[in-house]
């Protein structure tokens, strides 16, 4: 009988019927070979042909699948970006320490301050009446200099300030390593344009929050008060043939990449409430508290230094009377408005409310480049961009469709009421 060979191997199950199939014995690979795997394997036999196993023959080809190599340019694009994450890390640990260090700045240089200051006005005080009056008038107008001039230093740099500022800078940092992280694992392919902007995004954080202290520290003071910009900004979009709804698309009218007109009002109406309200709201206080901190800022020193100075004509008759009342109620006041600049860390509330400032600004920004973008094909899926803006408010997606009516030209900036976020 004539031998049958089968060019073509097929996977059967093990509990395959005997009547159309003759399993054989598992090949050995051959040992250069190591790298293919072994499978069972089966030869169908059609039904009307009656073979047994000595008249079969079975012809294998192994077939190697050659590995298709990535190319240079991709696997140099990941490189830049596993070096992206690493110094964000590094950048992270860094901001952190530096943090904690300033922290303690402001714990310590408090505490020290006040102690100087209110031993100086004790001095004050007791000099009239002790026997060395010299000496204790002598102390207590060296100790309120210090005590001046370490407030004219502290108020300026604003240590409380400054730890807020690295603990928002650590926080984004490892957003940022998260992120990259998160790019690497998906193992999508890595453009230049993927490095490109992972780099925008680490110079833009080094500019936001400078890691030294003299040259380069943020302005504690500034004239006008900005929201923290801690991202970059976005390029122009390259003009294309339009894809979005307009005006007059139908509100279920559905669209590419999740998103309907619907959504849309939905996201010009909460476009308006945030920078009507909440950001106008943060900047708004933020004036005030900066106004608050520039005033104590320049009366404790004035205070103390005017106490230092009354201190030296303690003791000259009845003008030294004076004087004595002077450096004390000069030196316990000055300790007073050290404790609420630094005690109630108004630095670090300027700072906490221009970095929410900023959140918002984000959002916003966010916002616009998505409908901006003429062809919804290369906006942010629709569906998951609303969730991350409800996210990021504190809110549900349900809650977003009240703003839809805000979108109307016909609401006032004044007309609307309510906030759009309800984390802070």
Known sequence: MAALQAQRLFLAPSNSSPSTSAAWPRPQPRSRRSSVATCHAALHVPSGIHATQENLSLQAKWIETLRVPASPSADVSLEKLRAIADAAADRAEMHDIIGRQRDNWNHLLLHSTNSLTLAASAMAALAPAAPTMVALKASAGVLLATAAVTMAAVNKIQ????????RNATRLWRELEREVLAAIAHGAPTTNADVQEAMDRVLALDAAYPLPLLPGMLEKFPKAVEPTRWWP???PAQPKKSKSFGRRG???FPSG???????EDDMRGLLRVIKAKDENEFLTVGKLVLNINRGLAVAGPALAGTAALASVF???GE????ATGAAVIGGALAAS?????????MGMLFELLRNCAGFYRKIQEDIEANLNEPDVERREGGELFATKVALKLGRSLSDLKQFRKMASPSVRDEDIKEFAGKLF
Do not use: K, M
């Open 159 to 166: 240590p409380s300030q400054l730890a807020e500022e690295q």
């Open 337 to 345: 408005v050290n404790t609420v600049e630094h005690g109630g860390q």
């Open 319 to 322: 003008a030294g009377t004076w």
């Open 233 to 235: 900004r976005c390029r």
């Open 250 to 252: 139908a509100a279920a």
């Open 314 to 316: 303690i003791g000259t």
């Open 257 to 263: 990449n999740g998103w309907t007109q619907d959504l």
